[in-house]
């Protein structure tokens, strides 16, 4: 059974930034695309960012696109979010979400394991 933990929670300012950590065990992580999902108080999940096995390739939502950086460390079991020029809006638990197919996938729906999630604060 593949588990994931997040961490790297925080409270920061406008225009800070931030690094998040997904430490993955269990199972065979270069196998899996990796990705990044948050979700805001009465708002859906959306998806953030998301990295292919072996590091292939990546992909942003549009908000995050030139602000947030996806990274693997596969010798590690380690995916990571850099979080860079943080806003109000970023403000929003984090998950990590791993899936054993090579693609990542903007769909929340078809990914196999889910970390519990760490909590983003950006506020003056």
């Known amino acids: 059974q593949v588990q994931l933990v997040e961490s790297g929670a925080g409270l920061v300012q406008p225009g800070d930034s931030l690094k998040l950590s997904c430490a993955a065990s269990?199972?065979?992580?270069?196998?899996?695309?990796m990705a990044w999902f948050r979700q805001a108080p009465g708002k859906e999940r959306e998806f953030v960012a998301g990295?292919?096995?072996?590091?292939?390739?990546?992909d942003y939502a549009d908000f995050a696109e030139g602000r947030f950086t996806i990274s693997r460390d596969d010798a590690l079991y380690m995916v990571y979010l850099q979080m860079n020029s943080l806003i109000p809006e970023d403000t929003a638990v984090y998950y990590c979400?791993?899936?054993?197919?090579?693609?990542?996938?903007?769909?929340?729906?078809?990914?196999?394991?889910w970390g519990q999630g760490t909590q983003v604060t950006v506020s003056s």
């Open positions: 979400a791993a899936r054993d197919q090579f693609q990542v996938s903007r769909n929340s729906g078809i990914y196999d394991y």
């Open positions: 269990g199972g065979y992580f270069e196998m899996f695309a």
């Open positions: 990295i292919n096995r072996r590091a292939s390739s990546t």
